[in-house]
């Protein structure tokens, strides 16, 4: 069987594309006359004459032109081929989380990091149903949900907990109460976080009269401290961050305000989210 060398087929298809033995040689970096003997060989190998060949000239033959063409076949494949197994070993050492919610990126995002330096770790939130799809088409290895989900080919395991509460200045009228529901509310101005996740969406429905003055992060935080106005926080927020001074915080009774995370993850990524529960329950 003929053995030749992908720069060969380079080589060949150099030519076709320049015309010349000079100009595929000058794009190439190589000198005319080893061109023009590693087509030789080419030739040799494939047991067939390419190139006419007259004094001062070398053209393409009918089957030097049929075999540039198979040449650019062959080396889109070979470089179809890079790209694929290129891919597939990132896809073995990339981590790309899916969340429903901010605050469980808070804890895993380190956790994976620190069981995984070399990997690329990343993450974001989107809705439910996208991040289910990702999930389903490969592009999560695993997403967190605020309801279980049972489907073929998906595992699911309880994640942890958060409970929404009003954020109150001490003057507010509803600042005494040991529970609030969302309705309480509704109708006031609050400062509201950006970037929430489907907290997002339950407010929007939940207090659909309220004005929400949404703020970034660091805008956000800089707000509640110098402000009257109510805001929400969970409790896994004042764990992470503590309690704003002069505030008080109420919990929200409403059912929907006190949330269950899922981990959803392909079967065949169960030994990643085992590595990452044993390392979140040392933590």
């Known amino acids: 069987m003929p053995v030749f060398e992908i720069y060969q087929l380079e080589q060949l298809l150099a ?34 004459p390419l190139f006419d060949r007259q004094k001062n000239r070398v053209a393409f033959n009918e089957t030097g032109r049929m ?14 081929m890079m790209l694929r197994v290129q891919a597939f070993d990132r896809s073995q050492r990339t981590i790309l989380l899916g969340s429903c919610a901010p605050a469980p990126l808070w804890e895993i995002v380190p956790a994976l990091t620190d069981l995984f330096p070399d990997w690329t770790i990343s993450s974001e939130m989107r809705e439910n149903d996208v991040l289910l799809q990702g999930l389903r088409s490969g592009v999560y290895q695993f997403i967190i949900l605020p309801h279980p989900t049972e489907e073929d080919g998906l595992s699911c395991t309880r994640y942890g907990e958060e409970h929404l509460y009003f954020s109150l200045p001490p003057a507010h009228p509803l600042s005494g109460s040991r529970t609030l529901r969302m309705r309480d509310l509704n109708g006031e101005t609050m400062l509201l976080r950006s970037r929430l996740g489907f907290w997002q969406e339950l407010t929007n429905q939940k207090m659909p009269d309220t004005r929400f003055l949404v703020q970034e992060d660091t ?7 110098a402000s009257a106005l109510p805001c929400f926080t969970t409790d896994v927020a004042l764990k992470r961050s503590g309690n704003v001074q002069n505030r008080i915080n109420v919990p929200i009774s409403d059912a929907e305000a006190n949330v269950t995370y899922y981990c959803v993850f392909r079967s065949d990524r169960r030994d990643l989210v085992r590595r990452l529960f044993h390392a979140l329950d040392k933590a």
Request: glycine fraction near 4%.
């Open 15 to 48: 030519f076709a594309e320049c015309g010349t033995l000079s100009g595929a040689a000058e794009r190439l970096h190589l000198s005319q006359p080893a061109l023009s003997r590693s087509m030789q060989r080419l030739e040799a190998e494939l047991q067939v």
């Open 67 to 80: 075999a540039a063409e198979s040449a650019r076949q062959v080396l889109e494949k070979c470089r179809d």
């Open 219 to 225: 805008a956000f935080e800089e707000l509640v401290r």
